[in-house]
């Protein structure tokens, strides 16, 4: 029997705007993605591919259908709850790097902690673990804005996974570095999917990066146009090599109590 799905969507429909200029962005998504699973989300621009992953990392609500982390419903949780979670359970690298340029980094990487009320010293303490990981404790009291562009994005790494993740969600990663600071953000993520376990879902029109996961999932306007699965995981622990969407087994999952 298969394992449960760490994140289940099914029915995913996002629309914006009313009328004549209402707008589907997503027009239904199911997918499943499993613990410990490295996942590409590829698509042109407009594709849909950056809006589901927003539906995914619960910084959006859909129009339509159901999102569940768990086996738990996501629309259920009150929005205290959601923030909770979020910073708990996700970590986060986008292309834009969203630090504070006149803070340090080691304040930088802080963020997640102190919203989580974690206490000084020991904020501090995970804090420069996760910048060793990096290979930036030196540069723990230096401010962002002095950073290299590839220095900061390793920045948002230790920040990513600072809280101990399961789950991290990389928008575009390496999309405004230059190819071998690129490789070196890839082989971060990719060290910490294999090392760690933690699921790594990547957003990319890069097929050179989206080769490197394990899975691939094709958005085409707003819908799921193929699915690869290009290493030894599938859910069930089988490689079963290419897969047609239209071929892929998903699990009705029961509501916890």
Known sequence: MSK????????LRKTYGKRDARFEALRGIDLDIYEGESVAIIGKSGSGKSTLMHLLALLDKPTEGTIKLNGKDTSKLRQGKLNDLRNKEFGF???SFFMNSNDSVLNNVIL??????VGFRERRRRAMEAL???ELDDK?????NDLSGGQKQRVCIARAIVN?????????????????TGERIQKLLFGLNE???ITVIIVTHDQDLADKCGRQI????????????????DGDGNNDGMRDQNNIHHIDIEEEA
């Not at 449960?4 to 029915?11: H, I, M, T």
């Not at 723990?140 to 962002?144: D, M, P, Q, S």
């Not at 993740?165 to 190819?179: R, V």
């Not at 094709?218 to 995981?233: C, M, V, W």
């Open 93 to 95: 690298v986008f292309q």
């Open 218 to 233: 094709h958005i085409s306007d707003g819908q799921i146009s193929e699915e690869r699965t290009l290493a030894n995981f």
């Open 132 to 134: 060793k990981v990096v």
């Open 195 to 197: 090392k760690k376990g």
């Open 164 to 180: 101990d993740p399961k789950i991290i969600f990389a928008d575009e990663p390496t999309g405004n570095l230059d190819s071998a």
């Open 140 to 144: 723990a009291k230096n401010k962002a």
């Open 112 to 117: 997640p902690l102190k919203i989580a009320g």
């Open 4 to 11: 449960r799905p760490l994140l289940s969507v099914r029915g």
